[in-house]
């Protein structure tokens, strides 16, 4: 009875660890598929595909909520300053 119940939870661990390489393929396929779909836009569009494309983007569509007058505090736009307030 020992040896059916090991090979069982073999069996269930094999399975299990099928299923989550499974799942880590999909995620990972999905992700290119998602990162070519963008590159295939940006390409269309005539803009830059890129991690600071994008980020300079995402920072000028959000104009002056942020910092006032619209522009970067900082010399360097790889530099990002964090203020922590203490609310009484």
Not at 11 to 37: E, N, R
Not at 65 to 79: E, K, L
Request: glycine share 8%; charged share 15%; hydrophobic share 50%.
């Amino acid at each position: 009875m020992k040896q059916i119940t090991q090979i069982f939870r073999v069996f269930v661990f094999l399975i299990l660890g099928l299923l989550g390489m499974a799942m880590a393929f999909l995620f990972m396929a999905s992700s290119a598929i998602a990162i070519a779909v963008l590159y295939v836009v940006a390409r269309i569009r005539g803009r830059p595909f890129g991690v600071r494309a994008y980020w300079a983007q995402r920072q000028a569509s959000r104009g002056s909520y942020f910092y006032g007058n619209g522009h970067n505090r900082h010399a360097d736009p790889d530099v990002i300053d964090v203020e922590a307030r203490e609310i009484p």
